[in-house]
Nanobody, 124 residues
């Protein structure tokens, strides 16, 4: 059974850091492109980062470039999103997702599987 589980969110002050984790079960993350997207109330969904199959390439939205870093740990079957210099506008529910198409590259805007999300709140 394909499952993605996000964790690592929380409340942080502006300028702070968080590291989000995306743990997969039922498939090997390394073979697929993995997307982190976020959804805030009243705002459109935003794909903030993506890592291609076997780390072929990465993608960052302009709003997070230089502040967020995506990485993959193949041994643990996880993908991480390191978020630094956080801003209040980064507050959202963050999801990891995949379309389960072998050998995928980034960016990706359509996907079929995602987890329950992890909440990130940036506030003084």
């Amino acid at each position: 059974q394909v499952q993605l589980v996000e964790s690592g969110g929380g409340l942080v002050q502006p300028g702070g850091s968080l590291r989000l984790s995306c743990a997969a079960s039922g498939f090997t993350l390394d073979n697929y492109a993995i997307v982190w997207f976020r959804q805030a109330p009243g705002k459109e969904r935003e794909e903030v980062s993506c890592i291609g199959s076997r780390d072929y390439n990465t993608y960052y939205a302009g709003s997070v470039k230089g502040r967020f870093t995506i990485s993959r740990d193949t041994a643990e079957n996880k993908v991480y999103l390191q978020m630094n210099s956080l801003k209040p506008e980064d507050s959202a529910l963050y999801f990891c997702a995949t379309d389960l198409l072998l050998g995928g590259s980034c960016p990706k805007y359509e996907y079929d599987f995602w987890g329950q999300g992890t909440q990130v709140t940036v506030s003084p």
